[in-house]
């Protein structure tokens, strides 16, 4: 509760900053609308729908993205922590690809996958596959090998082992790699659509700024940062309440 | 005979030498007994245990399991899955083996004073508790034979000396059979029948221990076992 009510601070003096300024009228109102203007389009694009609108096809292509990023980043990661030999094949490729950012691709992706959804999704998946895979690797392969010797004073089966003791105890970094993962679709997206879109909140601060309506641009960074928080927040929820004896989620921020 | 092991060896390669673990060590242990394995760091009793137990693979040499069909295996660390509950935790050889129950009962529980635990995580334990736990895991398999690596050497005077009572209780009332390694002499003799000392791999003393339960410390004959058994240790 105290930290909720710290946190509040900041953004309240900034808020009073931007207040100040645009009441000085330090910048024209074209570059800096006041708050209460931007708080007044607020209203009008929530009223009309467009904000709805946009937001949700954003949202559709996000979850579209990275759960086909979870469908192969999560098997491919477990493959390769169970299998030294598999690894073996899969790793020099996936260590070059790592280093390529999707958003250097985004020509060739466009050239190959048009502008419309199919483009979007290969970028999600792209950004979102190597936080998932990396983790989820690292969770399997870090599994304490006295936990696992466990198992085998037990008699436990390789499948066992691999079901019983080393994916529950691979879990927590799991998670964390889902976390990450949809904190980096959500960022790629929204670059993917100012690049090359007609619809999504990327594309309507785009269009806003070639109408030179700044209040929308700032609507849409608002509604960003609040919808990329809130999906964090459930995340953490869930994954919470899913797993309690967990105690690595939360406070890591890689970016 | 409950289990007997005949020119056991393990040998290990570090860093291009040899090093011989285990040296072609014989030994027969009976049925209902209580072993306690002393000696230094790197004596080998650690290792004879982990052949024991098949954790490790012998050089050469057999291991001939009479009467010893299961064995339970309690480690230095109480190594619980944290995910799971103390419940669990007890109960996770079942499944392995259909012919356990799926939950530990009332009785085993209140023997090792969990019940008001059995739903806690092991982060929310304590290290008594913790070890409990461990013990509890390896008691559910109902084993015929219990290999005990130094378990309480890290716990406190106090939990250690309820751990070893708790210990000692089974053993009498379940007639179960201890292999019981410690680096801690009076630990041996407050617990075993029967105590082996290791040195540089091989068997150097084996004393049977007559003394009842549960045995005085400051008595003169186990002041002078102790003795005994320390200065065998140290030459």
Known sequence: MRTWKNGILLPFLLVLLWYIISKLQIFSSYLLPSPAATAITAGELIRSGMLWQHLLISLQRVAGGFLCSVVVALPLGILCGRSNSFQSYCWPILEFLRHVPPLAAIPLIILWFGIDEGSKLVIIFLASFFPLFLNTYSGIKGCDRKLLEVGRSLHFTAWQQARLIQLPAALPAIAVGLQLSLGYSWRALIGAELIAASSGIGYMILDAEQMSRPDIVLVGLFAIGIVGSLIDWLFLALTNKILPWNTETGDKYAA | ?235
């Open chain 2, 1 to 235: 005979m409950l289990l007997n092991i005949t020119a056991l060896t393990k040998t290990y390669t570090i860093s291009g030498k040899l090093i011989i673990a285990l040296n072609t060590v014989d030994l027969t242990f009976s049925e209902n007994s209580f072993t306690c394995i002393v000696g230094k760091s790197g004596c080998g009793k650690t290792t004879l245990l982990r052949l024991l137990s098949g954790l490790e693979p012998a050089t050469s040499g057999t291991i001939d399991y009479g009467k010893a069909a299961k064995i339970g295996f309690v480690f230095q660390e109480p190594r619980l899955m944290p995910w799971l509950t103390v419940n669990a935790n007890i109960a996770f050889a079942a499944k392995n083996d259909p012919s356990l129950p799926a939950a530990p009962d009332e009785k085993l529980l209140e023997l090792l004073g969990l019940k008001a635990f059995q739903h806690s995580f092991p982060a929310q334990l304590s290290g008594g508790m913790a070890q409990r736990t461990a013990l509890g895991r390896t008691l559910f398999q109902n084993p015929d034979l219990i290999l005990m690596d130094e378990p309480f050497s890290a716990l406190d005077y106090f939990t250690r000396r309820s751990l070893q009572q708790m210990l000692l209780n089974l053993f009498q009332q379940q007639k179960k059979s201890v292999i019981f390694v410690t680096h801690d002499v009076e630990e041996a003799l407050l617990l075993g029948q029967r105590i082996l000392v290791m040195q540089e791999g091989r068997i150097k003393i084996d004393q049977r221990i007559d003394m009842e339960y549960p045995r005085q410390q400051a008595s003169l004959s186990f002041q002078q076992l102790r003795l005994q058994i320390l200065s065998a240790i140290e030459n």
